[in-house]
């Protein structure tokens, strides 16, 4: 049974940060490439960031680039995303995606696993 779990979400002021974790289980985590989509209240699915299946290779939206990072630790099966210089605009549910290829995902749909979200709101 697939699970991956999100956690590290909050409220944070402008300009703080946050670290998102996302374990998962169930499934061959170091063949699976990976994303972060977030979804704003009242809007669609936003993809922000996404990694191959080792980790090496990376990429961001345009909104999160030089603020944001993707990373992963195989041994752990676990997924990270360090979220920096945080901005009221970044207030969404935050999700972690897999799919059963190595390559880096730069969309929202196509994924074969979802997790259930974490909130992050960025508030004064």
């Known amino acids: 049974q697939v699970q991956l779990v999100e956690s590290g979400g909050g409220l944070v002021q402008p300009g703080g940060s946050l670290k998102l974790s996302c374990v998962a289980s169930g499934f061959t985590f170091n063949t699976a490439g990976m994303s972060w989509v977030r979804q704003a209240p009242g809007k669609g699915l936003e993809w922000i960031s996404g990694?191959?299946?080792?980790?090496?290779?990376?990429r961001y939206s345009d909104s999160v680039k030089g603020r944001f990072t993707i990373s992963r630790d195989n041994a752990k099966n676990t997924a990270y995303l360090d979220m920096n210089a945080l901005k009221p605009e970044d207030t969404a549910v935050y999700h972690c995606?897999?799919?059963?290829?190595?390559?880096?995902?730069?969309?929202?749909?196509?994924?074969?696993?979802w997790g259930q979200g974490t909130q992050v709101t960025v508030s004064s």
């Open positions: 990694s191959n299946n080792i980790g090496d290779e990376r």
């Open positions: 995606a897999f799919r059963r290829q190595p390559f880096t995902p730069m969309q929202t749909q196509g994924y074969d696993y």
